[in-house]
């Protein structure tokens, strides 16, 4: 399984960033993608997830109405859509799968089997 993430960069305060999240050689039955995030010196941190069968979304409250959480089927691939970025939402943002997840789990990074390499975001004030 492999998960390739990608998009970061650097921004302005205030701006709009699109991460991918390519999955590859990944059964998707009954399958959660979920973005992660890790600041300098920080603990990693759940933004947003997706089921991949049913599209049932899931946000952390400090993100909603800013990040959307997305996938195209036909590419096998979750996007997390940022707008309004802050300086604080400067990290390394990771990509990550599991199976058999439910609501009440899908936050912790601890369940998750596979994960992206991470890309970079940083966003100047």
Request: aromatic content about 12%; proline content about 1%.
């Amino acid at each position: 399984v492999q998960l390739q993430a990608s998009g970061g960069g650097l921004v302005q305060a205030g701006d709009s960033l699109r991460l991918s999240c390519a999955a590859s050689a990944l059964t998707f039955n009954s399958v959660t993608i979920t973005w992660f995030r890790q600041a300098p010196g920080k603990e990693r941190e759940f933004l947003a997830g997706i089921r991949w069968n049913g599209g049932n979304l899931y946000y952390t409250d400090s993100v909603k109405g800013r990040f959307t959480i997305s996938r195209d089927i036909a590419k096998t691939t979750v996007y997390l859509q940022m707008n309004s970025l802050k300086a604080e939402d400067t990290a390394v943002y990771y990509c990550a799968a599991a199976r058999g997840l439910i609501a009440s789990t899908v936050r912790h990074r601890g369940r998750y089997d596979y994960w992206g390499q991470g890309t970079l975001v940083t966003v100047s004030s």
